[in-house]
């Protein structure tokens, strides 16, 4: 059989037996399961006086047997059965004809079976209602053109928030929430005027709405008469904020924060928002120059210091407040299921972020967790010492500030159980190399834990020079010979009671190198065949793995350089490259044991790049370089060429040098023949009897020396040029601006 074929079928065996360990645990878990919520209630506002109508707050929860249900209301219970207005509709309870005053409240629901209990968070239940505006007459208002003044909505008894719109003279002609001039609050419900104007005269009605998710209600006000008496000249005035924000808002991450602002002047004020301390979110959108500025979906990052400024032609306002920004509680960390054996310990701990922060509490069945005896519960923690059958039950930590709470559910199960090997035995058959090692492990189920100790036929198994029994039940015998061959058995006992489990040691004959790699020394891009073979017990297969400088070689890509040959362990590589050299070691293995053996194959190739190449000593036609010799690769370096290059061509060439032939061991050399006033740059390269390396990195651009021309221009003309300047041109070289001050 391959070696993949058996790994495939060892792989087949292990899903196998997980599969019916999953089953079976499946199974003993389904037998029996804590009830775990799948619904939960949602706190709900609810139309207040609306007859016929029902509430239902809902409750499902799965578990096994199936949960029953109870509800509190602030904390106490819900008079099921008693009270024919409330019903139990599987786990939700519906509440009849609900009336404010009897039901609101926070309800929590309780999930119970056999297993434990468990709390639903709290929803509260309140009811929205918006009374009629008061009867009373409003007093008429005067204003003044070209003044701001504003109308008080007085907005009746109201839950929760309401929304205003004003509308003039008959409904429903509203003014817009904000036109420049007017501006409705959604704080106050007040309408303001930047600045009045003679035919604002009116009759004004506020109007507001409550919404609920079933239902809505709107009402207004009794008319707030306006008489704006005109003014042939209006005083011109700087704009003066009448509208302001709070100094603090506090504003939930996620969740949409509003700051008002608004200001009276003349000519009517514009309106601009910045941060003080950092960039405007850019969500803020074209809320920056309005009344309202909004910042949906708020981040930690958007906290800080906010100003609106009012301006016009006559000057401007600002104010200043701060958002902060805070976060309902949300886990980092939280417990899960547990099985834990009798008389052991428990450690649990939930963790959550948000602001402020968190404080967490423990539940056990539903009742508050406290330090005492066992049990020690600080913050996050919960530490349950020497674990008692009646511990088991269901968990929940809380963690809650102001802005939330959350919950989070665990059940423990302490188990106990005489030890039973059926679910993992000792291994049947366990081969072992002759002279190696091997482990072999006695992990019974049982709870609380077993004593363990082994035996081999009726002798029992103590610590030995090559024996060691470890307190957790594996045994290891060192240095193994023919005679250790035989029956290994585990025996484990609780209080509870005991059992045992039987496996065959079977000894080997270990696997050797009988021809091991020798060390090779090619030149690149020849192909090299580095030998390994081995011997090893007939009864299982051998296997062999290369490795260079300690990873792994793929041998399998036919592309690549490496290559098995034929059934042996030999490592063939073709086309052998400089970054191939190393240590290469070859592995035969077996499933009980390993051998290796180590060879070194050095590549020779032609020289790398040389190093630090400077150029010094700059003259007019020649400069001097220096550089440091690159890596040999094995073979001495025989010569350096120079190569150049001016701003008059982008090609490398050959340099003419002093000495002409540079020498393998020369690190400087001069470069002769250059042109003065002249862009250069340089590269070296280096040679061995395998050839020309890569080129060594260019120099920085040099340039030559200014000289006199070695011959005289010809061709010499001028003209134009400004009033202090003379153009001289002639042929062969560029054009010169000289100055004649
Ligand atoms: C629950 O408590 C709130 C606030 O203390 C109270 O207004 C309400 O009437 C209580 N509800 C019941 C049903 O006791
Ligand atoms: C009120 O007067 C202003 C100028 O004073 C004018 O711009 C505006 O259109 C007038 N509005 C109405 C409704 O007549
Ligand atoms: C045997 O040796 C192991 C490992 O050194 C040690 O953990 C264990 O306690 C020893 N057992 C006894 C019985 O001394
Ligand atoms: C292993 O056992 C053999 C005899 O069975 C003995 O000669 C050899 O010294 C032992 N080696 C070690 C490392 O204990
Ligand atoms: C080992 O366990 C088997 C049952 O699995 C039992 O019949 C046998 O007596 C046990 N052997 C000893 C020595 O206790
Ligand atoms: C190296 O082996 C390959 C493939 O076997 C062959 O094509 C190539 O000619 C060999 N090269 C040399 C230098 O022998």
Redesign the pocket.
Known sequence: MREDERQAQHFLQILHISLLLSLSLSLSLSLSLGPVFEKQPSSLIYPEGLTEGKVTLSCQARANPAASYRWLVNGTDVPLGMDVRYTLVAGSLVISSPEGVKDTGSYQCLAINRCGTIISRAAVLKFGFLDDFSSDSRSPQTGY?GVGTFLACQPPPHYPALSYRWFLNEFPSFLKKFDGRFFVSQVTGNLYLARA????TGNYFCFTTVNLEISSKSTFSRPNQLTVLPDASPRKSAPSIKVRFPAETYGLAGHTAQLECFAYGNPVPKLRWRKVDGLMPSKAGSSVEGPTLTLPDLTFDEEGVYECEAYNSEGSDTYQGRINVQAQPEWLQVMSDSEVEISSELHWSCVAAGKPRPSVRWLRNGLPLSTQDRLEVNGPRLKISNLALEDSGMYQCVAENKHGTVYSTAELRVQVQAPDFRLNPVRKLIPAARGGQVMIECRPRAAPKPSLFWSRGTELLTNSSRVTVSPDGVLWIHNISRADEGKYTCFAENYLGKANSTGHLSVRDATKITLAPSNADINQGENVTLQCHASHDPTMDLTFTWALNGVLLDLEDSAGPFHRKENIGDLLIVNTQLSQAGAYTCTAQTVVDSAAASAKLVVRGPPGPPGGLLVKNVAETSVELRWSRGYDNHSPIGRYVVMGRSSLSSEWRKMRTDPVNIEGNAESARVMGLMPWMDYEFQVIASNILGSGEPSTPSHIIRTQQAAPTVAPSGLGGGGGDRSELIVTWTVRETLTVCVC
């Open positions: 053109e104007e003679p035919n604002d």
